[in-house]
C-alpha cells in the first residue's frame, strides 16, 4: 500500500498557528511561540512565512475559499426551513473553525487592509443571500415583509450569525472549547438567527419553523 507523503512544512505552520490563535487569540500568539511549538527554528519559519501577517493572511485564503463556496452552495435554490436551519449549522461550524477572524475582527481589521476589505465583501455577500432567501420566501407568499423589513431583517440575522459564537465566548470563556458547550452554541445560534423571521413567516413555513422550534427547546431544557 502507498503511504502519503509527508504533510508540507507550510501546512503544517498554518494548521498550528490556526489552533492557536483560536484557542490564545492571535494578539497573543507570537511568531516565536509558533516556531516553538513546531520546534523548528524561527528561521525555518521566516523561510514559509515573512511574517505573523502573512500567516494570518494566508489563513485567511483558506477561509475565503470555504465561504465563498458555502454562500454559494443556495444560489436559485428554494431552501425550506429544514434545509436552512442545516446550512446555518454548517456555517456556525465554519465559523467555529476559523473563530479567531470574528473574535480578534476589529483588532485585525485596524491593522490588515486585506482583511478590511475581503472582510466588507464576505458580509456584502451574506446578506445579499439572506436577502435573495428572504425575496424567495416571499414570492412563496411564505413571507409576509416590505422591501426595508427585508434588508433589515437580511442585516440583523447576518450580524446575530456573525457575532453569536463570539457573544457565547463573552458567557463562558472556561468552558467554551467544551464539545457539549460548542454544541450548545451552534444549535443556539440557528435558533436565535432563524427566531428573527419568525414574526414574517406564514403558511407551512411558519408551521415548519414551529416544529424546529420546538425540537430545539425541547432538546435545550
Not at 7 to 36: C, Q, V
Not at 62 to 76: P, V
Request: glycine fraction near 4%; charged fraction near 25%; hydrophobic fraction near 40%.
Amino acid at each position: 500500500m502507498e503511504q502519503k507523503a509527508p504533510r508540507r512544512t507550510r501546512e503544517k505552520i498554518m494548521d498550528l498557528s490556526l489552533r492557536l490563535f483560536n484557542e490564545f487569540g492571535e494578539p497573543n500568539i507570537t511568531t516565536t511561540i509558533i516556531a516553538d511549538e513546531m520546534k523548528i527554528s524561527p528561521g525555518n519559519l521566516y523561510y514559509h512565512f515573512r511574517n505573523k501577517d502573512d500567516i494570518v493572511n494566508s489563513i485567511f485564503v483558506t477561509f475565503e475559499e470555504e465561504i465563498s463556496r458555502m454562500l454559494a452552495m443556495t444560489q436559485g435554490q428554494r431552501p425550506t426551513m429544514h434545509d436552512v436551519w442545516h446550512y446555518l449549522h454548517h456555517m456556525f461550524q465554519l465559523i467555529w473553525r476559523y473563530r479567531f477572524f470574528y473574535r480578534d475582527l476589529n483588532d485585525l481589521l485596524s491593522r490588515n487592509r486585506t482583511l478590511e476589505l475581503h472582510f466588507k465583501e464576505i458580509f456584502g455577500h451574506k446578506i445579499a443571500v439572506v436577502r435573495e432567501l428572504c425575496q424567495g420566501l416571499q414570492e412563496d407568499k411564505a413571507l409576509d415583509a416590505s422591501p426595508a423589513e427585508i434588508d433589515a431583517l437580511s442585516s440583523n440575522m447576518v450580524v446575530v450569525a456573525s457575532y453569536w459564537l463570539s457573544y457565547q465566548y463573552v458567557l463562558n470563556p472556561r468552558q467554551y472549547t467544551e464539545q457539549p458547550v460548542v454544541d450548545h452554541a451552534l444549535a443556539s445560534g440557528c435558533y436565535q438567527v432563524l427566531a428573527l423571521m419568525q414574526p414574517y413567516l406564514r403558511g407551512e413555513t411558519l408551521t415548519h419553523f414551529e416544529e424546529l422550534k420546538t425540537k430545539y427547546l425541547q432538546s435545550n431544557v
